[in-house]
């Protein structure tokens, strides 16, 4: 058998997605390029795409359909070609604009570094947008998960995820100490491993203006910023600063602050209006718990996004039925949001839905909301008749246990 190669086999049948003055052409039969990824990728690929193209076929009788190209990164790629994120795979996606992937291993400590976070930042998909919302059925640990329903717009490049970071005992950690401490007067102990926390006024606003769209566009009432400005003053603080500059700035006459709202509305959001507000980070978990319903939109930086997207994910069901897209400016990557799960690798066990979920944000992100709605109906139907895999199942009363690829074809059949 021979070895696949680098560089992507394009389907001959298959068109490009463009983007023209910042808008997508999708044509009827795109090039979707696919990483099916590690640990369980293979198994819940196989479930999604079968879910994603019978919604197609169904939403759109054949007319539309979607021709794909398999791409490599994180662990298949280092054994195939020895390279962790090939630079063809970047290529192909910056390409053809849109794709998905399923979970990439991720190393705790030395080795490789993240291939998410690589993708994200090479191909500059600045905006994680994450969407929380409640399938009825599902088994949650909260009274009322139906109160939850907000998308979280998590800052994708900066922060301390930039990669800026220098090991204790390296002649580099070394001299940025000694430079912090001779120039700055920043005293750090001398076994100290330092990371740095870039925040920019660029990021931020053009995170702020895309969630401000979005809110917008979808008809929400409000959007949050969660920082911790009241400590990281000149990174935290500065966002939640230059956030508020841009709703002002170019969104001044459909928005309304929190103080506005109260000076000079009388607590009243006007019609037509959004509220734009903030919350200190530790606050908003609270929040999050005790008023769900307050929240719309939340829009943070990189950290508080990675926390904030799977603490609301809990209340609902966990990240095996939250979804997630990486987006930038004519470009996006969608994705499984949880990690690879090894020990059930190649037992078609778990629970495809973040993937299948995320593929419907694809296909909303592509145009084709009659297929993305198809696919939402698909999976309430099938959750609630209790069909369902072993993590539901086992938390379900008379349920009826099924294998992710079951799973996926009883959403097919739901349709």
């Not at 870039?198 to 920082?227: D, F, N, Q, V």
């Not at 209340?315 to 969608?334: E, T």
């Amino acid at each position: 058998m021979s070895q696949p190669s680098k560089e992507p086999t394009i389907p001959s049948d298959g068109e490009p997605i463009r983007c023209v003055e910042g808008q997508l052409r999708v044509p009827d039969r795109p090039i979707i390029p696919f990483i099916e990824g590690d640990g369980t990728g293979p198994d819940i690929w196989r479930a999604a795409k079968l879910v994603i193209e019978t919604a197609v076929e169904k939403a759109y009788g054949g007319a539309r359909s979607i021709c794909w190209a398999q791409l490599y990164a994180a662990d298949k790629s280092l054994e195939l070609f020895g390279e962790w994120v090939p630079q063809e795979t970047i290529e192909a996606i910056r390409t053809f604009r849109v794709a998905i992937k399923g979970p990439l291993t991720t190393p705790v400590g030395g080795g490789n570094r993240s291939a998410n976070v690589t993708l994200r930042q090479v191909l500059d998909l600045y905006a994680c947008v994450r969407p929380v919302f409640w399938v009825p059925g599902v088994p949650c640990p909260v009274k009322h998960p139906e109160r939850l329903d907000v998308v979280v717009f998590r800052e994708n490049t900066e922060d301390v995820y930039a990669g800026v970071e220098f090991a204790q005992g390296t002649a580099e950690a070394d001299k940025l100490r000694r430079f912090l401490d001779l120039e700055l007067g920043a005293k750090l102990p001398p076994d100290s491993g330092i990371g740095i926390k870039p925040i920019s006024r660029t990021a931020c606003r053009r995170l702020m203006r895309m969630a401000l769209r979005y809110a917008l566009e979808h008809g929400r009432r409000s959007l949050t910023l969660m920082h911790k400005g009241n400590i990281m003053k000149f990174t935290e603080g500065a966002f939640r600063d230059w956030c508020y500059e841009l709703a002002a700035e170019e969104f001044g006459s459909v928005t309304v602050t929190e103080s506005e709202l109260y000076d000079k509305c009388g607590g009243r959001l006007p019609p037509g209006k959004l509220l734009v507000k903030d919350r200190i980070a530790d606050a908003m978990f609270q929040q999050i718990l005790l008023r769900p319903d307050e929240y719309d939109i939340i829009v943070t930086p990189n950290l508080n996004g990675d926390y904030i997207s799977d603490a609301a994910a809990a209340q609902v069901g966990g990240l095996g039925i939250a979804p997630g897209g990486n987006i930038g400016d004519g470009l996006a990557l969608f994705e499984a949001t949880h990690g690879t799960a090894p020990k059930y690798a190649g037992q078609d066990k778990v629970n495809p839905s973040s993937l299948i979920l995320s593929g419907r944000m694809m296909l909303e992100y592509m145009g084709w909301r009659e297929a993305a709605d198809t696919i939402l109906l698909g999976l309430k139907a099938t959750v609630a008749a209790g069909t369902v895999t072993y993590d539901l199942e086992r938390q379900m009363e008379g349920a009826t246990l099924l294998k992710c690829s079951e799973f996926a074809r009883a959403i097919c059949e739901k349709m």
